[in-house]
Structures are given as structure tokens and as C-alpha cells.
């Protein structure tokens, strides 16, 4: 049974940095796509990042270009999501994700795994 556990969310000022992880166990996650999504109060879920897990192919929303990177610890089984730059609007609870295939979809729906999530704050 797949298991994403994610940990590193907290308060943090604007400006700041925050390293979101997520820990995947209970499969072979070689043939996955790995994704970073979040929610904030009153909105849809909506995309953030996603890496494939044997290419290491990237997306990154654009709205978090150039800030945000997301990278892989293939013996580690861990994903991560480096934060720089914070600002208010990234307040929200951020999800790891994972679905079966290779392909990039951006649609939280098609992802059949998901964590419980971490609370991010980021204060003006």
C-alpha cells in the first residue's frame, strides 16, 4: 500500500525558505509521477510542481517559476520541494501526490495517492 508522508511545512516571513518532504514507501515508485500540490482556504487544489521519478522530468506552475524547485532522492524514496521566496499568497496546506505513469498531467484528479498534508504560513 502506497504511503506518502509529508513533513518541513511551517510559519516562515515573506522572503523566506521552506524545504517541504515527502516520504514515499510501500511500492517500487519507478514508473511514477510524482506532484506537490496545495489548498488554500476557500480555493480548489490546485498544481504546484511534479517530477517523474525514473526521467526526473520537471513542471512547475507558473506561478511559482523560478522560486520553487522540485527534486527526487531516488534511495531515499523522497521528494522534495524547495521554497525560496516566499510570499503570502503561498499560504496554504501543500499535498505530496503520486499516480502511476509517466506522462505530465497537472489535474489533481488523476493522481490515485495523496499525503496528508503540511500547513505552510507565510506572513506579510
Known amino acids: 500500500q502506497v504511503q506518502l508522508v509529508e513533513s518541513g511545512g511551517g510559519l516562515v516571513q515573506a522572503g523566506g525558505s521552506l524545504r517541504l518532504s515527502c516520504a514515499a514507501s510501500?511500492?517500487?515508485?519507478?514508473?511514477?509521477?510524482m506532484g506537490w500540490f496545495r489548498q488554500a482556504p476557500g480555493k480548489e487544489r490546485e498544481f504546484v510542481a511534479l517530477?517523474?521519478?525514473?526521467?526526473?522530468?520537471?513542471s512547475h506552475a507558473d506561478s511559482v517559476k523560478g522560486r520553487f524547485t522540485i527534486s527526487r532522492d531516488n534511495a531515499k524514496n523522497t521528494v522534495y520541494l524547495q521554497m525560496n521566496s516566499l510570499k503570502p499568497e503561498d499560504t496554504a496546506v501543500y499535498y505530496c501526490?503520486?499516480?502511476?505513469?509517466?506522462?505530465?498531467?497537472?489535474?489533481?484528479?488523476?493522481?490515485?495517492?495523496w499525503g496528508q498534508g503540511t500547513q505552510v504560513t507565510v506572513s506579510s
Open positions: 501526490a503520486a499516480r502511476d505513469g509517466s506522462i505530465i498531467y497537472t489535474t489533481p484528479s488523476v493522481y490515485s495517492h
Open positions: 517530477i517523474t521519478w525514473r526521467g526526473g522530468s520537471t
Open positions: 510501500g511500492r517500487t515508485f519507478s514508473s511514477y509521477t
